[in-house]
């Protein structure tokens, strides 16, 4: 009959062949050389082959024991997997996320269910609104962390969570032509409103607002009535639209970032932005 196998013989069997010795592994996990030497047998006894080979130069895994180091190596990868998950879905507190509604509504309802199951202890505050008063919440530390649009900053490589491009969206390709240009907007500050006027007063192209509305979905349904001309994330266009060519100037991309209020980089707030940053930057 098999016997288990405790994860530390595994673990000492692995830090004894990566350091390539025995005093170096001793000191790296606390333990004494002759407590080392120990376990190692004692596993090597229990697989029934043997796993080190010991000379002057050093401490050198044996056949079996290069075969086996790969498989060990994931067995003890899974266990930790296993300790942070029990440890993560132990974890308490509040989160409060704000989001352009946009991004609220498209991305994040999968991405904050899948945080829920995982973190039940973890109490979700989303708030939506524009950029500028999201970050005027973070600033005042209304908000934990939030999802803004800005211009693209380099620079800034832990922020940016992924870039969206902006197109020119009609129910017809002939409003495209319209002058003055009928617009379907956010009202200020929205980014995608800025994006628009400043790229149509570039060209000297003459405007007028027809429809302003906060909600995407209003601003989409004025597109398909035919009421005007919007400016969308090309990843979010419904099917139903047309996209502009080269009848107006083309539309510089707007970052996504995700951004932290003072000293809440970490805890459930962390945990958040994590899985936010690993779906969205997948997308």
């Excluded at 001793?26 to 004692?42: G, H, N, S």
């Excluded at 991309?253 to 945990?271: D, E, Q, T």
Aim: hydrophobic content about 45%; aromatic content about 6%.
């Amino acid at each position: 009959m098999r016997q288990p196998i405790d994860p530390a013989l595994l673990r000492t069997f692995l830090t004894v062949a990566e350091t390539e010795s025995f005093s170096r592994a001793a000191v790296l996990l606390d333990r004494t050389q002759p407590a080392m030497t120990q376990q190692v047998q004692k596993l090597e006894a229990l697989l029934g082959c043997t796993l080190l080979e010991r000379s002057r130069a050093g401490v050198f895994l044996t056949a079996q024991g290069a075969a086996l180091a790969p498989k060990i190596r994931r067995l003890l990868a899974i266990e930790e997997e296993i300790w942070a998950h029990l440890e993560e879905t132990g974890v308490e507190g509040d989160v409060r996320l704000g989001a352009p509604e946009d991004i609220a509504t498209t991305y994040l309802p999968g991405i904050l269910s899948q945080f829920s199951e995982t973190h039940p202890k973890v109490r979700l505050a989303v708030t939506c609104d524009f950029t500028a008063n999201l970050l005027r919440a973070i600033a005042e530390a209304r908000l934990d962390l939030a999802l803004i649009k800005r211009e693209p900053q380099p620079g800034a490589p832990d922020t940016n969570v992924f870039t969206e491009r902006l197109e020119w969206a009609a129910r017809r390709p002939e409003d495209f032509a319209l002058r003055p240009l009928p617009l379907v907007l956010a009202p200020a500050p929205d980014v995608y409103r800025k994006r628009a006027l400043e790229a149509l007063d570039t060209a000297y192209i003459p405007f007028r607002e027809a429809f302003v509305s906060p909600s995407l979905s209003g601003q989409i349904a004025a597109m398909h009535a035919g009421l005007g001309v919007a400016v969308i994330p090309q990843s979010l266009k419904p099917a139903g639209l047309a996209a502009a060519r080269d009848e107006l100037p083309v539309l510089e991309p707007v970052s996504i970032g995700l951004v932290f209020a003072k000293g809440r980089n970490k805890g459930p707030a962390a945990l958040l932005a994590r899985d936010v940053r690993d779906v969205m930057s997948r997308r």
